[in-house]
């Protein structure tokens, strides 16, 4: 079974740091890629951003570009977010979840599992 576990979220003041965890299990992820989205409320749920876990190639939404680092640990099966910079925009529950290799990096709709979701606040 598939379980991934996210870590990390809090509250933060605007230009903070903050760094997410995503510890998985219950599968061999070497052909999988795992996501990082987060969901506002009001909001349908939106990429932020992806690493293949074999080759470790990354995807960021435009929005966190050059603030957010993806990464990973393979012997320790966990993916990380580093946020830097924060804003009050940033405020949401973020979530990690997996894909098999090959499909859309960006749509929810094609990740197959999911955590149960870290709460980030960026107060202004």
């Known amino acids: 079974q598939v379980q991934l576990v996210e870590s990390g979220g809090g509250l933060v003041q605007a230009g903070g740091s903050l760094r997410l965890s995503c510890a998985a299990s219950g599968r061999t992820f070497s052909s999988y890629a795992m996501g990082w989205f987060r969901q506002a409320p009001g909001k349908e749920r939106e990429f932020v951003a992806a690493?293949?876990?074999?080759?470790?190639?990354?995807k960021y939404a435009d929005s966190v570009k050059g603030r957010f680092t993806i990464s990973r640990d393979n012997g320790k099966n966990t993916v990380y977010l580093q946020m830097n910079s924060l804003k009050p925009e940033d405020t949401a529950i973020y979530y990690c979840a997996t894909r098999p290799a090959g499909s859309s990096w960006f749509s929810p709709l094609l990740y197959d599992y999911w955590g149960q979701g870290t709460q980030v606040t960026v107060s202004s």
């Open positions: 690493i293949s876990w074999s080759v470790g190639t990354t």
